[in-house]
């Protein structure tokens, strides 16, 4: 039991240090720049959508109504079989900055052709990516990603959380891109990158087509956003965007069956991450798992009392590193609130679907 214990110290510690970490870099990152600093180079957005004509109809006015002196959008129909063409060009009708277009031919079930024939489509030299279910929640999207480029950096991570319901599912997925993007935006910040979001992901031109290796990925259907971060040798190049003026909203899945199947895709791009990143990871969330056992077992033992003023300890201060942090992230108190319960749950599923991913292909990236 004493192993047990020492165990249970050791990912206490190991979690808290890195919560504190989070909150550290955050506040590294919060003066904001000015909202006219480098806004005046023109930018081409890239939306590559597959039967998307729902989400473009109700999503693609508030990419379109920017506040911005000069940019395109670029919608890539990669052989959709609904109405996103006509969707398109009904919008092309006031909109002369919209420009429609289709990869030559469909060579794999991946995004990545669709994505980068946008990019070669593209007239300016700063690119700014999202999906066609998402949407920006201020005008001023584009220029507070763009204010954060400077001569050195040349890609700007930004933030896309998720529409809010009430719901346990809706709660377990806005606790995960609350752990997702305090590790990846963090991490960033610390000239680590190890991924971004394709919903909100700005590159120079040059950067992208210098750094992707999507002739090579042709066979994974997620990952195009992950990789390439991968594939930038000089992450001094990666910034990020905390503004909340930056963020990009998307539509949550709404059934188990669907979200597991998200999942189970973002999941089959993990084993091409770098060592270091998969070690990073790796060691963060077993150090979860670890916690969650030991204490779970030691709470059944002599080492009760201690165990459980740890626990303690471990939830009053983990709370206010979430909340400091959750509150730039503009996460719902619901969330913060019961984040204990939603994390020992959320890692009963990250098993599952570690599991699940060995075993089962996905086909396509929608």
Not at 100 to 129: C, H, M, Q, Y
Not at 191 to 203: E, H, I, L, S, W
Not at 204 to 231: A, V, W, Y
């Amino acid at each position: 039991m004493k192993i047990i214990l020492l165990l249970f110290l050791i990912s206490t510690v190991y979690i808290l240090i890195q919560q504190f970490k989070i909150v550290g870099l955050f506040s590294k990152h919060t003066s904001p720049p000015s909202p006219h600093k480098n806004t005046k180079t023109p930018v081409s957005i890239v939306i590559c959508a597959k039967n998307e004509a729902e989400n473009l109809s109700k999503n693609l006015k508030f990419v379109l109504n920017q506040k911005y002196f000069e940019f395109e959008v670029i919608i890539v129909d990669d052989f959709s079989t609904d109405l996103t063409s006509e969707i398109i060009k009904k919008y092309q009708e006031n909109f002369a900055n919209l420009k429609l277009i289709r990869p030559w031919e469909n060579t794999s079930n991946s995004k990545r052709d669709a994505l980068k024939t946008g990019v070669l489509a593209s007239s300016f030299e700063r690119i700014l990516l999202t999906d066609a279910d998402c949407r920006p929640v201020s005008e001023n999207w584009i220029s507070s990603m763009c204010a954060q480029l400077s001569p050195s950096t040349s890609c700007v991570l930004g933030y896309s959380p998720y529409l809010q319901h009430s719901s346990f599912l809706n709660f377990i997925i806005q606790f995960e891109t609350l752990q997702t993007a305090g590790l990846y935006l963090s991490q960033a910040i610390d000239n680590k990158a190890y991924m971004g979001v394709g919903r909100n992901v700005m590159y120079t031109k040059n950067l992208f087509l210098d750094s992707e290796n999507f002739e090579n990925e042709k066979h994974l259907t997620s990952g195009d956003d992950d990789l390439l971060i991968q594939q930038i040798s000089d992450k001094s190049t990666i910034t990020v965007s905390l503004s909340s003026d930056s963020f990009v909203i998307s539509q949550p899945k709404t059934s188990w069956r669907s979200w597991w199947k998200q999942k189970l895709r973002h999941y089959s791009t993990a084993p091409y991450y770098k060592p270091t990143n998969q070690l990073f990871l790796g060691l963060y969330h077993i150090s979860h798992a670890v916690f969650w056992l030991t204490c779970v077992l030691l709470l059944f033992t002599h080492f009760s009392k201690i165990a459980a003023v740890i626990l303690v300890i471990y939830v009053i201060c983990k709370s206010l590193l979430i909340v400091n942090y959750g509150k730039t992230l503009k996460v719902s108190k619901s969330v913060l609130f019961i984040w204990p319960i939603l994390e020992a749950c959320l890692l009963c599923l990250q098993i599952g679907l570690g599991v699940n991913s060995r075993f089962k292909k996905q086909k396509s990236w929608q």
